[in-house]
């Protein structure tokens, strides 16, 4: 008899994956919680800033900037960007911005290579134009087409495109 084992399969949602949420602080039940770490940043952010500038936006508008901090801290309980949380994204931009512009290898910083002379010659040489030649092969094999022969003639193997032209040059020179 064959025994075959039971599979399991299992998901885990984003609150299991990434379980760090604060709902309660000893017996203490925060209101409206519980809060992620990017509605914690947005509050505390959100309160220094409120009052530091308490002097001047109370009697200019009354409550409405802690309605509107109390509205931005409820729009990011479950924001993403592409999937991922805010602080990753953040994380991730402030890691391109320190990168080195020439990038890394193996963790290190790639230094571009330095400058170097390249030196050579060339010869340009004027010929006199000729007439031009037609090639003796044709662009398509017809059915009429024979392979050159490779086979050792007495005289040797057959000459080079480049042999063959030193020797018209040879024979077209004056001496």
């Not at 193997?157 to 063959?164: D, K, R, S, V, Y």
């Amino acid at each position: 008899m064959s025994t075959t084992t039971a599979r399991t399969g299992r998901s885990y949602t984003l609150a299991r994956t990434f379980p760090w949420v604060m709902g309660k602080i000893g017996d203490f039940v925060l209101w409206l919680g519980p809060y992620n770490a990017p509605q914690l940043i947005i509050l505390g952010v959100g309160v220094f800033a409120l009052i530091k500038t308490f002097a001047w936006w109370w009697p200019v508008l009354g409550p409405i900037p802690l309605g509107a901090l109390g509205f931005a801290v409820w729009a990011a309980r479950a924001s993403r960007i592409g999937g991922r949380m805010p602080l990753w994204v953040a994380y991730g931009l402030l890691q391109r911005a320190l990168q080195p512009a020439s990038g890394r290898i193996a963790g290190r910083t790639a230094r571009p290579a330095g400058a170097h002379a390249l030196t050579g010659s060339f010869l340009i040489e004027h010929t006199a134009p000729g007439p031009v030649r037609p090639s003796s092969r044709s662009a398509r094999p017809t059915a009429h087409t024979t392979r050159p022969s490779t086979s050792r003639t007495a005289s040797g193997p057959l000459p080079t495109p480049l042999q063959q032209l030193l020797h018209t040059r040879r024979e077209e020179s004056p001496r």
